[in-house]
């Protein structure tokens, strides 16, 4: 059974940081392209970032410069390093893990920004 458990998400002022991690289970998590979304009231889930297996990493446009994505293989966990945070990065973000033919999704975990 495949697991992606999502933790360190919160409520957080203007130019805080958190940091995310994703704990996986039940997956070749070394094999997997690991990637964080995000999904703010009413909109789409969005793309933050993304690392894969090889370590290569790329940022939506709006988060370059701020947020650091990373992953330890040893440990089964993908991580989300967030500075500089902004109320429009407020949403639900998401943990996602893609194989070749395959993908699975964490339950989220909410963070909120404040003015």
């Known amino acids: 059974q495949v697991q992606l458990v999502e933790s360190g998400g919160g409520l957080v002022q203007a130019g805080g940081s958190l940091r995310l991690s994703c704990a996986a289970s039940?997956?070749?998590?070394?094999?997997?392209?690991m990637g964080w979304y995000r999904q703010a009231p009413g909109k789409q889930r969005d793309l933050v970032a993304r690392?894969?297996?090889?370590?290569?990493?790329n940022y939506a446009d709006s988060v370059k410069g701020r947020f650091t994505i990373s992953r330890d293989n040893a440990k089964n966990t993908v991580y989300l390093q967030m500075n500089s945070l902004k109320p429009e990065d407020t949403a639900v973000y998401y943990c996602?893990?893609?194989?070749?033919?395959?993908?699975?999704w964490g339950q989220g975990t909410q963070v909120t920004v404040s003015s």
């Open positions: 690392i894969t297996s090889r370590g290569s990493t």
């Open positions: 996602n893990a893609a194989g070749v033919i395959d993908s699975y």
């Open positions: 039940g997956i070749i998590f070394a094999r997997m392209t």
